[in-house]
């Protein structure tokens, strides 16, 4: 099987598509810029479709990789028959290559690698060709000083056909399906944990059972955390005696009573000491697998909607991070998000210094000629949006209350010290929430979008892949806005197709030295920024500055000759066609094809002409919490208030209701009828209706319905 057979098993796309996409990454060509860029060649793929085919291309490669390993493990032995390389060489299945290889692997001496030591695997294979009538007598002629009964030469016997069938690949492919398809999860509690007030996280687990295939990710995860904890014992299993009657049936074909017996008792000590243990933890790790793949997706569905929320835009802003005792601390950004004032208020118990503060408010505002102004929806935020409110400005403001998700990640991690020295984590904070009110998708790439806390179980899934999905995405996000040259931060850039870290390090301090880019050809001049790096980034960052109002758009550089004779054929200078729908739209694109630039790039650069550097993302827009409820003492069972979904997993959705704790819309409440993905249904920062259904104030928790 070739890289692209295997491809075409997991990926929904024609043949030239994966072919085309294989090629261009193998010409070190990135997915964004394929995606945007090269749809002629691939057919139109989406990031989505070219991911999965540099995934399983990955995986196809790593397959390769361990099946060489493998063999010359193998053939170091001097095992390794022209009939099991052909069965290595033909698998694709990880777990059946890794049968395959169990016999061979490298492990610490079993049972039956004793009893082999003192002779008795003659004995074991007479056994197991059910040639013999009566097993004692021969096992007499075996008998030694470390063998000195009949019944140890049986038991050694045995344990080598217990490995022999726990070895066998039709038996451990057969029992794995019936464990796919039958496998139960049992859950109890553990002795003495019962009251335990973490574990009482756990209860509806305490004593639980539920077929392992129909166990959703979400449940399966708080079953595996809560083993973890200690809290409950977790077992998955299938009928015994069904498993044992298969196995028996398979290997037992003799009639004689004593031969059967023995056999029997071989078949049942491989399931229930090598088999079962073995095949449980695996069927139970390919759920564990399934469960962090579900996850990880609501994860990245999550952080696609948080990484592209709307920006005000190049406002001057005034951020507080608000609290209690220790003050609300305040500071004052220009336009590009740099630091202009920064000072404490203490508006609020103890001090409650009001009036000082919305003087000190009304003074800055006029100072510093504040547009909007941002408040953390962390502690003592819906006091101090009140106090806002209430000021009297003499200019209208926009005033907004913006998620603290990940600021304080931010303002303790090395991008903060690096940004701000000489400033403390509480100034850093401040500034990062007016910042994300700006420009949300330039401030949380400073973040590890784990710390952003959307999603369910982000500590339990496998690390490595949340990282890698969650990077993926962070890229994607990057890339479909675009990027200003001139005012990203080098962690922004790091995330542009074809730049990377150390590119963008180069690029900021060339810009320090040589001031704005004046053109997208200029980023040629940055140290070590080739001509490939060029053509992956080119089109995905923007230059304002530019005299060429093409590099302002998401055009490609490599098409400008093309747009220029559009121009032409209009009798325009390019200057004169961008947004003018009425020329555009007199364009026939198949006369500008190329053997490079087909149809669907063409159309493409008609639409970007049409709004050239058009964000794709929406608006902001002020939203306002009920004004009477500041505490979960203030609500009622039957109460519809305004709220905003702070959090999206598999089993519904999270509510912020303007209070610490948020409500909880189970997907059952989302809306009337049957509802399989709540994305379907909500996003992220979306405003809502909801109705209290029910308020448990020792446990902090609100269940929700939503009011359509």
Known sequence: MTDLQFIRQHVTAPEKSIQATLQLLEEACTIPFIARYRKDQTGNLDEVSIEHIAKYKKTFDELAKRKLSILESIEEQGKLTTELRQKIEQCFQPQELEDLYLPYKKRQKTRADKAREKGLEPLAKMLMAQQLDDPEWA??????????????????????????INE?????????????????ATTQV???????????????????????????????????????????RLQVAIDTEEALQFLGESVIKSRHEAVVHQLEKAVKDSYKRLLEPSISNEVLQEAKARADRKAIQVFADNAVQLLLAPPLGEKRILALDPGFRSGCKLVCLDAQGNLLHNENIYPHAPQNEKALAQKKLRSLVNAYQIEAIAIGNGTASRE??????????????QVFVVSEAGASVYSASKVAREEFPTFDVTVRGAISI???????????VKIDPKAIGVGQYQHDVDQSMLKEELDTVVKRCVNTVGVNVNTASKHLLSQVSGIGEKLAENLVAYRAENGAFTSRSALKKVPRLGDKAFQQAAAFVRVPQSNNPLDNSAVHPEAYPIVEKMAQSQGVPVQSIIGNKAKIRQIDPTVFQTPTVGLLALQDILKELEKPGLDPRKAATVFEFDPSIKTIDDIRTGMVIPGLVNNITAFGCFVDIGIKESGLVHISQLKSGFVSD?????????????????VDEARKRIQLTMVL
């Open 139 to 164: 096992s007499e002629k075996y008998l030694t000083d470390e063998v000195p009964t009949v019944a140890e030469a049986l038991q050694g016997a045995r344990d080598i056909i217990a490995e022999w």
């Open 168 to 184: 066998n690949v039709y038996y451990r492919k057969s029992l794995r399906r019936m464990f796919q398809r039958q496998a139960v």
């Open 190 to 232: 553990v002795k003495g944990k019962e009251n335990d007030e973490e574990a009482q996280n756990f209860k509806p687990y305490f004593d639980f059972t539920e077929p392992l295939h129909k166990a959703p990710s979400h449940r399966l995860l708080a079953m595996l955390r809560a083993e973890n904890l200690g809290f409950i």
């Open 384 to 397: 101090t949006e009140a106090l806002v409110k209430n000021t009297g400005f003499d200019r209208d403001l």
């Open 434 to 444: 007016g910042r994300r009110l700006s420009d949300p998708l330039a401030e949380l």
């Open 678 to 694: 709540v994305n379907e249904v909500v996003k992220l920062h979306q405003p809502v209706q909801v109705k209290v259904l029910e």
